[in-house]
């Protein structure tokens, strides 16, 4: 079963752009939850879809926002990116029941100048 | 270069010396506990869980403890392997059908040949 699949790779914007992540849960999965990864602050959760539904927000600003389609993929916007906003940013998904793991991508790198 | 980050524990062993990573939780309300294993430039990967009715649970080659007393888990890696050098992640999650995580600050693990 193919894992947690996070487009693109690596990405390099500029101060005040925008930019879109994509992520495709592995197959069954309905839950889609994304977290940000920085040195500074480790591993902080921002927000989780199911069933096409925002089910749980973290703090993070506006600029932050996210959705999720019926086949389960999800995709994550920055709006006027800042130089803080460069980081990690990881999808995870899970079956949604009742204490089943979230199991991760690798991520997409983001570096804003 | 990136900023000043978390200071992540370390522990460093020999191969084929036990391993144990601690952390500490931070909500006694949380009932359901995950640990992951980061390498770098890959997503967290989940190694092992173990809900808040038990007091340890075993997989291969590690087992976790979890006191609920003083709020602690333990993750124990038998007979560590090069392979085994990675940050080590606890995550906490609360009963409410959400899918947020709440992770610890990491632990990096070096295993010396």
């Known amino acids: 079963k193919a894992g947690v699949t996070q487009t693109p790779r690596y990405l390099i914007k500029t101060r005040g752009q925008q930019v879109t992540l994509s992520c495709s849960p592995i197959?069954?999965?309905?839950?889609v939850s994304w977290y940000q990864q920085t040195p500074g602050q480790g591993l902080q959760f921002l927000f989780e879809y199911f069933s096409e539904t925002q089910r749980n927000k973290g703090n993070f600003p506006g600029r932050f926002s996210g959705r999720q389609f019926s086949n389960s993929r999800s995709e994550m916007n920055v709006s006027t990116l800042e130089l803080g906003d460069s980081a990690l940013y990881l999808c995870?998904?899970?079956?949604?029941?009742?204490?089943?793991?979230?199991?991760f991508g690798n991520g997409t790198r983001l570096t804003v100048t | 270069g990136e900023s000043v980050g978390l200071h992540l524990p370390t522990l460093s062993v020999q191969e084929g010396d036990n391993s144990i990573i601690n952390c500490a939780y931070s909500n006694s309300a949380s009932d359901y506990f995950i640990w992951y294993k980061q390498e770098s430039g890959k997503g967290p990967q989940f190694i092992i869980d173990?809900?808040?009715?038990?007091d340890k649970r075993q997989g291969q080659r590690v087992t976790v403890l979890l006191n609920k007393t003083v709020k602690h888990l333990s993750l124990q890696i038998a007979a560590t392997q090069p392979g085994d050098s990675a940050v080590y992640f606890c995550a906490e999650i609360t009963q409410g059908g959400s899918e947020k995580l709440v992770f610890g600050k990491g632990t990096k693990l070096t295993v010396n040949p």
């Open positions: 197959s069954g999965h309905r839950s």
């Open positions: 173990i809900r808040s009715n038990m």
């Open positions: 995870a998904s899970s079956l949604a029941n009742y204490n089943s793991p979230l199991h």
